[in-house]
C-alpha cells in the first residue's frame, strides 16, 4: 500500500506540473502575438533602409567614406548577447550565449586574452552566465534590463552609446550575438557585425548592378557626406531594435514550443503512472484475495 500511496503522490505532483505548463504556454502564446507583430512590423522598414543604403554605397564604391565605416586596427572590441531575463525557454538562452562563444573563442581570442574585449549584456541571463567567466571590468551591465522597456527611445539609447563609443575610439569592432526569429518553432542564434558597417555586404545588390549594367546617379543634398552621416545612424538604430525584437519575439516562440512539449510529456509520464498504480492496485487486491482464500481453506482444513 505505500507503493500505492508512492505513486498516487507523483501522479498529483505531475498533474500540478501540467498545469503550471499549460499556464505558461497560454501565457507565451499571448505575449508572442504581441511580439511577433512588433517585429514583423518593424522588419520591412529596416529592411527598406538597408536597401536605400546598399543602392547608394552600391553605386558610390569607394567614394564613399563614412565614420561608422572606417576599419581600425583591432585593439579593442564589444560583443553585445541578447538574451532573455528569464528561463524556461528551453535551450534558447544557451544557443544565443554559444553563438557568442564562438566570436570570443575565434575571432575576438586575443582581445580575450589581453584583457580588451567587453561584453555588454542584455538580459539576466546571458549576465548571469558571462559574470561567473569574465573579470567584473569586463563585463558591461547598464543595460541588463533593458526588457523592462522595449520602447524606440529605450532601446536606441544603447546604439547610441555603441556608435560614439566607436566614434570615440574606444571599441574598433562590435558584434552583436542575437535570437532571429522565424517562427514560433524556428529561431535562429546568430551573430552579427554591427560596427563598422560593411560596405562591402551592403553593397551586395541586384545582378544587373553587380554586373555593372547600368549605375543610378545620384544627387546629394546638401552633400554626400552630410546625408551619409545623418542616415547611417538612423539605419543602425532601426537595425539594433531589430535584434532587440527579435530575440524577444524567439524568447516567446521558445518558451511556448517548450512548455508545450513539457505538458505533452506530463501527459505520456501520467499514462505511465496510472498504469503502474493500476498494475499495482490489481496486485494488491489479487494478494488480498488470495489470503483470504487461503484463511478460508485453512479454516475448513481445520
Partial sequence: MANLKEVRDRIQSVKNTQQITKAMKMVSAAKLRRAQQAITRLRPYAEKQNSMLKNILANLGGEANISF????????????????????????????IKAANALINGKYADLKNSGNLKILCIGKKGFDFYKKRFPADAILDEY?????????????QVAKYLMQSFEDGVYDSIDVAYGKFKNAATQFMISEQYLPVVQNSLADD?????????????????????????????????????????????????????????????????????????????????????????????????
Fill in 206 to 302: 541586384s545582378e544587373e548592378q553587380q554586373s555593372g549594367k547600368y549605375s543610378a546617379n545620384y544627387i546629394f543634398e546638401p552633400n554626400m557626406e552630410s546625408l551619409l552621416n545623418q542616415l547611417v545612424p538612423s539605419i543602425l538604430q532601426s537595425s539594433f531594435q531589430k535584434y532587440v525584437l527579435d530575440t524577444h519575439a524567439s524568447e516567446h516562440g521558445a518558451r511556448m514550443t517548450a512548455m508545450d512539449k513539457a505538458s505533452e510529456n506530463a501527459e505520456e509520464l501520467l499514462k505511465e503512472l496510472k498504469l503502474s498504480y493500476n498494475k499495482a492496485r490489481q496486485e494488491a487486491i489479487t494478494k488480498e484475495i488470495l489470503e483470504i482464500v487461503g484463511g478460508a481453506a485453512a479454516l475448513e482444513g481445520g
Fill in 144 to 156: 541588463v534590463t533593458l526588457f523592462d522597456d522595449l520602447s524606440f527611445d529605450n532601446v536606441s
Fill in 69 to 96: 565605416g572606417k576599419e581600425r586596427e583591432l585593439k579593442n572590441a564589444c560583443i553585445v548577447v541578447v538574451t532573455s531575463n528569464r528561463g524556461l525557454c528551453g535551450a534558447f538562452n544557451s544557443n544565443v
